[in-house]
C-alpha cells in the first residue's frame, strides 16, 4: 500500500517562496508518475506539476512554468516542490499524487483521475 505525506505548507506574502515535501512509502516506485495538484474552495482541481520517479523533465501547468520546480531524490523517497514568487491566486490545498502507469505526457498526465495514491494534502495560503 503506498503512502504519500505532504508537509511544508504554510502562510507567506506574495512574492515569496515555499518548498512542498512529499515523503512516499510502502511501494516500489521505479516507473512512476509523482504529480502535484492543487485544489482552491469553490474550485475543481489543478494540474500544478509532474515528474517520472526515474528522472527526466518535469511537466508543469501553465501558470506554474517558471516559478515552480518540481524534483525527487529517490534514495530518500522524497519529492519536492519548490514555489517560487508566490501569487494570490496560488492559494490551494496541495496535494501529492502517485500514478503507476506507463503513461507520462501533457495530456495524459495532467488529468487528476488518473493517479491512484494520494496524500491528504498541505495548506499554501499567500497574502497580499
Not at 495538484?37 to 508543469?60: D, N, T
Request: hydrophobic share 35%; aromatic share 14%; charged share 15%.
Amino acid at each position: 500500500q503506498v503512502q504519500l505525506v505532504e508537509s511544508g505548507g504554510g502562510l507567506v506574502q506574495a512574492g515569496g517562496s515555499l518548498r512542498l515535501s512529499c515523503a512516499a512509502s510502502g511501494g516500489i516506485f521505479s516507473g512512476y508518475t509523482m504529480g502535484w495538484f492543487r485544489q482552491a474552495p469553490g474550485k475543481e482541481r489543478e494540474f500544478v506539476a509532474a515528474i517520472r520517479w526515474s528522472g527526466g523533465s518535469a511537466l508543469y501547468g501553465d501558470s506554474m512554468k517558471g516559478r515552480f520546480i518540481l524534483s525527487r531524490d529517490s534514495a530518500k523517497r522524497m519529492v519536492y516542490l519548490q514555489m517560487n514568487s508566490l501569487k494570490p491566486e496560488d492559494t490551494a490545498v496541495y496535494y501529492c499524487a502517485a500514478d503507476p502507469t506507463q503513461y507520462f505526457d501533457s495530456t495524459y498526465t495532467s488529468r487528476w483521475n488518473i493517479y491512484d495514491y494520494w496524500g491528504q494534502g498541505t495548506q499554501v495560503t499567500v497574502s497580499s
